[in-house]
Nanobody, 119 residues
Framework: QVQLVQSGGALVQAGGSLRLSCAAS????????MGWFRQAPAKETEREFV??????????YYTDSVKGRFTISRDNAKILVYLEMSKLKPEDTAVYYC??????????WGPGPQVTVSS
């Protein structure tokens, strides 16, 4: 059983920074992608893609609204992925979910810490 353990959710002021982390535990697995999604308070049925990184390397992917502000990185040895968030805006307020994809129909999800950005 694979579990994704997340940390880093907090209340921050607009313009501030925050780092989220996500570590995989349980049986050994090799994701092909790990990434972050978020769900805003007013969009309970939508989980928005934020950023992703291919585990074998290459250019990370970002949604347009976070480009230049958020950085995704990974630690392959520990199966850890980070999301460095800077210049935070109130519209970044959401529950942030870590995701690990191991195949076309196999994705594990973290529990999602709350990130609240106050204006």
């Amino acid at each position: 059983q694979v579990q994704l353990v997340q940390s880093g959710g907090a209340l921050v002021q607009a313009g501030g920074s925050l780092r989220l982390s996500c570590a995989a535990s349980g049986r050994t697995f090799s994701p092909d992608f790990m990434g972050w999604f978020r769900q805003a308070p007013a969009k309970e049925t939508e989980r928005e893609f934020v950023a992703a990184i291919r585990w074998s390397g290459g250019t990370p992917y970002y949604t347009d609204s976070v480009k230049g502000r958020f950085t995704i990185s990974r630690d392959n040895a520990k199966i850890l992925v980070y999301l460095e968030m800077s210049k935070l805006k109130p519209e970044d307020t959401a529950v942030y979910y870590c995701a690990a994809r191991t195949g076309p129909n196999s994705t594990y999800w973290g529990p999602g810490p709350q990130v609240t950005v106050s204006s």
